[in-house]
């Protein structure tokens, strides 16, 4: 099994910036489909960023042009830059991936922009 652990989360202003992580216990090459979800209060889970292969990264339209997912594979780690924080971006953010076959999740860390 695989365990992703999110870190990096707090309290930040508007317009501010945070960069979440998440650690695997694996190497981050042998996961696939690496993405970073989030949940708000009241909200479905969304997408906010993915590698959806061949070098193809989704990002959710909101996000586009403020957030950054990449990967340090020395560090088996998944980042996501965040810049220019709104306070409709407050949720909790999650890292997901395959491997052998099963998704996993992290445990979510909070993220909350405000002043």
């Known amino acids: 099994q695989v365990r992703l652990v999110e870190s990096g989360g707090g309290v930040v202003q508007p317009g501010g910036s945070l960069r979440l992580s998440c650690a695997a216990s694996?190497?981050?090459?042998?996961?696939?489909?690496k993405a970073w979800y989030r949940q708000a209060p009241g909200k479905q889970r969304e997408l906010v960023a993915g590698y959806a292969g061949g070098g193809v990264i989704n990002y959710g339209d909101s996000v586009k042009g403020r957030f950054t997912i990449s990967t340090d594979n020395s560090k088996n780690t998944l980042y996501l830059q965040m810049n220019s924080l709104k306070p409709e971006d407050t949720a909790v953010y999650y890292c997901?991936?395959?491997?052998?076959?099963?998704?996993?999740w992290g445990q979510g860390t909070q993220v909350t922009v405000s002043s």
């Open positions: 997901n991936g395959k491997w052998r076959d099963t998704i996993y």
């Open positions: 694996t190497s981050i090459s042998s996961i696939y489909r």
